[in-house]
C-alpha cells in the first residue's frame, strides 16, 4: 500500500478539481436547482448543500451530472423517509455513545493529510454480538445513520478547521484501519448482516466518505470473507481496500504520524478500540474536552442542530445546553 501524494489523494476534491470537473459541478447544480432538489446561497443565506457534499456525489459517479443527480434525489428521498435531520438532532446521547462501540471508532487523530483515523476491531465485536442483535432492526438502523451524520457534521468540519496538508481544501472522508484480530470465521458470518447494513447504507447515502482502508491481521480465511463482501462496495470503494501484510507497521507509518498511530498498530498513542477519542493538541485547543451528544460543527464552533429540541429540564452536557454557553451559541 503506497502512500499517494497529496495531490492524487485530494484530485476531485474541493479546490482541485480540473476545468472539465469544475464544469460538471456547475451542471449538476443547475441541474439540482432546476429539480427543486438545491437552493443556491445568497448575501443572506447559505446554500441548501455545500460544495463539499455536492462534490462528494460527483465523485461517486465519475463526475456524471445525470448520474450524481440520481443518486442524490434518491438520498434526499432516503433522508426524508427516515426523518434523518430531526432524528439525528434529538438522538438520545447515552445511547449515540454505546453505538460507537460497533462500529469504526474515531481515534480523535489525523493522518498526515488530516483525513480523520478510525479503527474498526472485528474481534471485539464477539462479546458484544448478543447486544448488536437485540436492538429492533429499525433502530439499529438508525444509529448507524447517527454515527455517519457525526462523522460528515463534526469530526469531517472539525478537522477541516484544524491545520491540515494544503488547506483549505475541506476533509471529506476518512481513513480506517479494519483489524481482523481474535475475530474467527464463525463470528463473522453471524455479524455478516450487521455488516453488510453499514456498508450498504454507507455507499447509497454517504458517497465517497471512506478513503484508504487498510486491512491488518487478516486471517487466513480472510479470501472467503472478500468474497462474501466485495459486492457490498462499489468498484470505487474497492479500489480503497489494502490488505496489509505482517510489516504493517511500516506501511501504517507511512499514512500516519507515530504519535498520532496506536500502538497496537506500531505507533505511539496511548489508544486501543473501545476508548473515546484522544484529541491531538490541535483539535484540544479548539474543543477543549469532546463534546457528547449529537452536536455539530459549524464555522469554528460547536453547537447544536437547529432541529434540536431540548427537553423541559435539560441538563448541562460539557458545556453544551440551550443558549451561550463557554462560548459555543447552541440551537
Given at each position: 500500500?503506497?502512500?499517494r501524494?497529496?495531490?492524487?489523494?485530494?484530485?476531485?476534491?474541493?479546490g482541485?478539481?480540473?476545468?472539465?470537473?469544475?464544469?460538471?459541478?456547475?451542471?449538476?447544480?443547475?441541474?439540482?436547482?432546476?429539480?427543486?432538489?438545491y437552493?443556491?446561497?445568497?448575501?443572506?443565506?447559505?446554500?441548501?448543500?455545500?460544495?463539499?457534499t455536492?462534490?462528494?456525489?460527483?465523485?461517486?459517479?465519475?463526475?456524471?451530472?445525470?448520474?450524481?443527480?440520481?443518486?442524490f434525489?434518491?438520498?434526499?428521498?432516503?433522508?426524508?423517509?427516515?426523518?434523518?435531520d430531526?432524528?439525528?438532532?434529538?438522538?438520545?446521547?447515552?445511547?449515540?455513545?454505546?453505538?460507537?462501540?460497533?462500529?469504526?471508532?474515531?481515534?480523535?487523530?489525523?493522518?498526515?493529510?488530516g483525513?480523520?483515523?478510525?479503527?474498526?476491531?472485528?474481534?471485539?465485536?464477539?462479546?458484544?454480538q448478543?447486544?448488536?442483535?437485540?436492538?429492533?432492526?429499525?433502530?439499529?438502523?438508525?444509529?448507524?445513520?447517527?454515527?455517519?451524520?457525526?462523522?460528515?457534521?463534526?469530526?469531517?468540519?472539525?478537522?477541516?478547521?484544524?491545520?491540515?496538508?494544503?488547506?483549505?481544501?475541506?476533509?471529506?472522508?476518512?481513513?480506517?484501519?479494519?483489524d481482523?484480530?481474535?475475530?474467527?470465521?464463525?463470528?463473522?458470518?453471524?455479524?455478516?448482516?450487521?455488516?453488510?447494513?453499514?456498508?450498504?447504507?454507507?455507499?447509497?447515502?454517504?458517497?465517497?466518505?471512506?478513503?484508504?482502508?487498510?486491512?491488518?491481521?487478516?486471517p487466513?480465511?480472510?479470501?472467503?470473507?472478500?468474497n462474501w463482501?466485495?459486492?457490498?462496495?462499489?468498484?470505487?470503494?474497492?479500489?480503497?481496500?489494502?490488505?496489509l501484510?505482517r510489516?504493517?507497521?511500516?506501511?501504517?507509518?507511512?499514512?500516519?504520524?507515530?504519535?498520532?498511530?496506536?500502538?497496537?498498530?506500531g505507533?505511539?498513542?496511548?489508544?486501543?478500540f473501545?476508548?473515546?477519542?484522544?484529541?491531538?493538541?490541535?483539535?484540544t485547543?479548539?474543543?477543549?474536552?469532546?463534546p457528547?451528544?449529537?452536536?455539530?460543527?459549524?464555522?469554528?464552533?460547536?453547537?447544536?442542530?437547529?432541529?434540536y429540541?431540548?427537553?423541559?429540564?435539560?441538563?448541562?452536557?460539557?458545556?453544551?445546553?440551550?443558549?451561550?454557553?463557554?462560548?459555543?451559541d447552541?440551537?
Amino acid at each position: 500500500m503506497e502512500r499517494r501524494s497529496t495531490s492524487r489523494k485530494y484530485a476531485g476534491h474541493l479546490g482541485q478539481l480540473t476545468p472539465a470537473q469544475e464544469s460538471a459541478l456547475q451542471t449538476f447544480k443547475s441541474n439540482l436547482e432546476s429539480a427543486h432538489l438545491y437552493t443556491p446561497g445568497t448575501e443572506d443565506a447559505k446554500p441548501s448543500h455545500d460544495d463539499v457534499t455536492l462534490i462528494r456525489f460527483l465523485r461517486a459517479r465519475r463526475f456524471d451530472p445525470a448520474k450524481a443527480q440520481k443518486q442524490f434525489s434518491d438520498t434526499a428521498k432516503w433522508r426524508q423517509q427516515h426523518d434523518v435531520d430531526n432524528m439525528f438532532a434529538n438522538f438520545n446521547t447515552e445511547e449515540l455513545d454505546q453505538s460507537r462501540c460497533y462500529y469504526p471508532r474515531w481515534t480523535g487523530r489525523r493522518d498526515k493529510d488530516g483525513f480523520p483515523l478510525y479503527v474498526y476491531r472485528l474481534g471485539s465485536l464477539g462479546p458484544i454480538q448478543d447486544e448488536i442483535t437485540s436492538v429492533p432492526e429499525k433502530r439499529r438502523y438508525e444509529r448507524i445513520i447517527a454515527l455517519y451524520e457525526s462523522m460528515i457534521r463534526f469530526v469531517f468540519p472539525l478537522c477541516t478547521y484544524l491545520p491540515h496538508a494544503i488547506a483549505p481544501t475541506p476533509i471529506a472522508c476518512s481513513t480506517t484501519i479494519i483489524d481482523f484480530e481474535g475475530a474467527t470465521i464463525r463470528q463473522m458470518w453471524s455479524l455478516r448482516n450487521h455488516l453488510q447494513e453499514a456498508s450498504v447504507l454507507a455507499t447509497a447515502n454517504y458517497p465517497e466518505t471512506l478513503g484508504s482502508i487498510a486491512v491488518v491481521n487478516a486471517p487466513s480465511f480472510f479470501p472467503t470473507i472478500w468474497n462474501w463482501i466485495k459486492g457490498w462496495f462499489d468498484e470505487g470503494t474497492r479500489d480503497k481496500i489494502h490488505i496489509l501484510g505482517r510489516d504493517s507497521a511500516s506501511t501504517l507509518l507511512t499514512l500516519v504520524n507515530a504519535p498520532d498511530l496506536p500502538k497496537t498498530y506500531g505507533g505511539e498513542l496511548d489508544w486501543k478500540f473501545g476508548d473515546a477519542p484522544n484529541l491531538d493538541d490541535e483539535a484540544t485547543k479548539v474543543l477543549g474536552e469532546l463534546p457528547r451528544g449529537s452536536v455539530i460543527f459549524v464555522d469554528g464552533a460547536v453547537t447544536r442542530p437547529v432541529e434540536y429540541k431540548p427537553p423541559a429540564t435539560e441538563k448541562m452536557e460539557n458545556g453544551i445546553a440551550n443558549g451561550h454557553t463557554n462560548g459555543m451559541d447552541t440551537k
